[in-house]
C-alpha cells in the first residue's frame, strides 16, 4: 500500500479526531457571524475557499469571497480574511498575507506550526494531526471541510463511520477500460468536483475535467465517449444523468455525502496510477509546497 493510500484510507479514524479536539476552535474561527469574510489559497486550497465560502454564506453567516492567493484580487473591506496553507510555507499564500490592510484580523488554517503563515496570522486553527506525508493533499482538505460545516451547524457526526464503510467497499470503475474522467458538483460540492479532478492529473497524469453540474451541457460533454467517467459529487439533477449516458460515457451518481464520495475520488486517482505504474507518492514535477527564490 502507498503512503497515499494509507492517508486516504486514515480519513475515518481524523475525521473523528477533528470532531472531538478541534470541533470549539473551528466554531470560533470559521463563523464569524456577520463578518465580511475573504478565504484564500492555492491550488487545492484554492478549492477548499470555494467550498468553504459557499457553505458559510449559504448557513448565513455573512459575506463569504474565495480567491486564488496567486491572483489579484478586488478589496471589499473584508473584517477577517482565512488563509489555507497546508505547509504554511507556500509563497504566493505569505505575499497575500503580507499585502493585507492593517487592521484586518488573520486565520490560518494549516498543518504545521511553527511556519511562516502561522507566524504571521492573529488566529491558527492547527491541523497537525491531518497533515500529510505525501505531496498528495488527501486528508487535510477533507478534514477541514467536515470541521467547517460542523462549525457552521451541519450534522456531521455520522461521517466518520460512513467513510470508514465506504472506504471498505472494492471501487468498481474499470481503470483498464477508462481514460477520461470527469466530476461535476454545484453550489459547494463544485470544489470537491475540482479537487476530485485534480487528484486525477497528480496522482495518475491522466485527462480530468470539473465543471459546474448543469454547465456540463453547455459544450464539455462533446467530448464523452465510452472511455469516459462522469462522475457528479453531491445531488444530481433528475435529467442530466440520462443525457450524459447517451454519450457512451459511464455515470456515477453519489450515493455518499459529498465529503465521503471525495474520499473514494482519492481512491480513483492511486488505482489509476497503479494501472498506469506510477507512484501516486511521487508525482510528477510536484512538491510539498510552493517555495519561490
Known amino acids: 500500500m502507498t503512503l497515499t493510500s494509507r492517508e486516504i484510507a486514515s480519513q475515518p479514524a481524523i475525521w473523528r479526531e477533528a470532531l472531538e479536539t478541534r470541533s470549539a476552535r473551528a466554531a470560533e474561527l470559521l463563523t464569524l457571524p456577520g463578518q465580511r469574510v475573504l478565504v484564500l489559497g492555492c491550488g487545492t486550497s484554492a478549492y477548499l475557499a470555494e467550498s468553504f465560502a459557499a457553505l458559510r454564506e449559504r448557513a448565513g453567516f455573512g459575506m463569504t469571497d474565495a480567491a486564488y492567493a496567486s491572483e489579484p484580487w478586488p478589496w471589499r473591506d473584508y473584517d477577517a480574511v482565512v488563509l489555507l496553507s497546508r505547509s504554511g510555507t507556500t509563497t504566493e499564500v505569505i505575499d497575500a498575507l503580507d499585502a493585507l490592510p492593517e487592521g484586518v484580523r488573520t486565520i490560518a488554517v494549516t498543518g504545521v506550526a511553527d511556519s511562516p503563515v502561522a ?60 481514460s477520461h474522467f470527469v466530476y461535476l458538483g454545484s453550489g459547494w460540492t463544485y470544489g470537491l468536483a475540482q479537487e476530485a479532478a485534480l487528484k486525477i492529473r497528480e496522482a495518475a497524469q491522466a485527462w480530468s475535467e470539473s465543471y459546474p453540474a448543469l454547465d456540463y451541457r453547455h459544450g ?74
Do not use: C, K, M, Y
Open 119 to 178: 507566524d504571521r496570522v492573529d488566529d491558527v486553527l492547527l491541523l497537525d494531526f491531518a497533515d500529510e506525508e505525501s505531496v498528495v493533499q488527501t486528508r487535510f482538505p477533507t478534514t477541514f471541510l467536515l470541521l467547517a460545516r460542523a462549525a457552521l451547524g451541519e450534522d456531521v457526526a455520522g461521517l466518520p463511520d460512513q467513510a470508514e464503510a465506504a472506504l471498505a467497499l472494492p471501487l468498481d470503475v474499470d481503470t483498464e477500460r477508462l
Open 220 to 293: 464539455p460533454l462533446a467530448v464523452a465517449d465510452e472511455r469516459s467517467l462522469v462522475w457528479i459529487i453531491g445531488p444530481a439533477e433528475p435529467s442530466l444523468p440520462a443525457d450524459i449516458e447517451r454519450t457512451g460515457a459511464t455515470v456515477r451518481v453519489s450515493t455518499h455525502d459529498p465529503l465521503v464520495e471525495l474520499a473514494d475520488a482519492q481512491r480513483l486517482a492511486v488505482a489509476i496510477a497503479a494501472h498506469r505504474g506510477l507512484d501516486p507518492d511521487n508525482p510528477r514535477h510536484l512538491t510539498r509546497s510552493i517555495v519561490l527564490g
